[in-house]
T-cell receptor, first 114, second 119 residues
Framework: AQTVTQSQPEMSVQEAETVTLSCTYDTSESDYYLFWYKQPPSRQMILVIRQEAYKQQNATENRFSVNFQKAAKSFSLKISDSQLGDAAMYFCALEGFGNEKLTFGTGTRLTIIP | DAGVIQSPRHEVTEMGQEVTLRCKPISGHNSLFWYRQTMMRGLELLIYFNNNVPIDDSGMPEDRFSAKMPNASFSTLKIQPSEPRDSAVYFC?????WGGGSSGANVLTFGAGSRLTVL
């Protein structure tokens, strides 16, 4: 069984500052994939960033980067230079190799303070 | 590409009525997923298809729910009869394969969702 835990239901950050959203997971798979999805008020789920667990290097996408700690089963998302458009629910998700099912966390609501 | 297209965007119906939600996946994507999102339970996978064949429907809550994918470009999720507890946002997603490893990961592209309210 796979579980994904997001322990921060809500976070806020000042515009232009940096914020880190936490995610921990548990899986019996030796290899897997990790994702962060964003759900703005429009409610459409949008892929933010993805990571292959067998790769040591942390993934980055412009202002978004992850801190992947495989031994600790931690996959946090860092947003640099926060913008008003970053306000959304953020979901961490995990998919095991050969298993097409994504397991989602409960989400973190991020508020950007102007 | 227009992305994953879902209809209707909003549906309000009365308890006992039949509800049909529709989804057009991205052309070339060979897997399709139906998710339900509620405040209480978060995002739940209901069913997914691969090459139009249902692979796992263990998330379908009851026999009142059924899903079909008659061809690669269309899928439906039907609830009959509907109940107030079915009120939720229903998402359809299709996926392409990404990455290394033995099989690659499914990278989901979601539709905008169908908000269902059952009175």
């Amino acid at each position: 069984a796979q579980t994904v835990t997001q322990s921060q239901p809500e976070m806020s950050v000042q515009e232009a500052e940096t914020v880190t959203l936490s995610c921990t997971y548990d899986t019996s798979e030796s290899d897997y994939y990790l994702f962060w999805y964003k759900q703005p008020p429009s409610r459409q789920m949008i892929l933010v960033i993805r990571q292959e667990a067998y790769k040591q290097q942390n993934a980055t996408e412009n202002r978004f980067s992850v801190n992947f700690q495989k031994a600790a089963k931690s996959f946090s998302l860092k947003i640099s230079d926060s913008q008003l458009g970053d306000a959304a629910m953020y979901f961490c998700a995990l998919e095991g190799f050969g298993n097409e099912k994504l397991t989602f966390g409960t989400g973190t609501r991020l508020t950007i303070i102007p | 590409d227009a992305g994953v297209i879902q209809s209707p965007r909003h549906e309000v119906t009365e308890m006992g009525q039949e509800v049909t939600l529709r989804c057009k996946p991205i052309s070339g994507h060979n897997s399709l997923f139906w998710y339900r999102q509620t405040m209480m339970r978060g995002l739940e996978l209901l069913i997914y298809f691969n090459n139009n064949v249902p692979i796992d429907d263990s998330g379908m809550p009851e026999d009142r729910f059924s899903a079909k994918m008659p061809n690669a470009s269309f899928s439906t999720l039907k609830i009959q009869p509907s109940e107030p507890r079915d009120s939720a946002v229903y998402f359809c997603a299709s996926s392409s394969t990404w990455g290394g490893g033995s099989s690659g990961a499914n990278v989901l592209t979601f539709g905008a969702g169908s908000r269902l309210t059952v009175l």
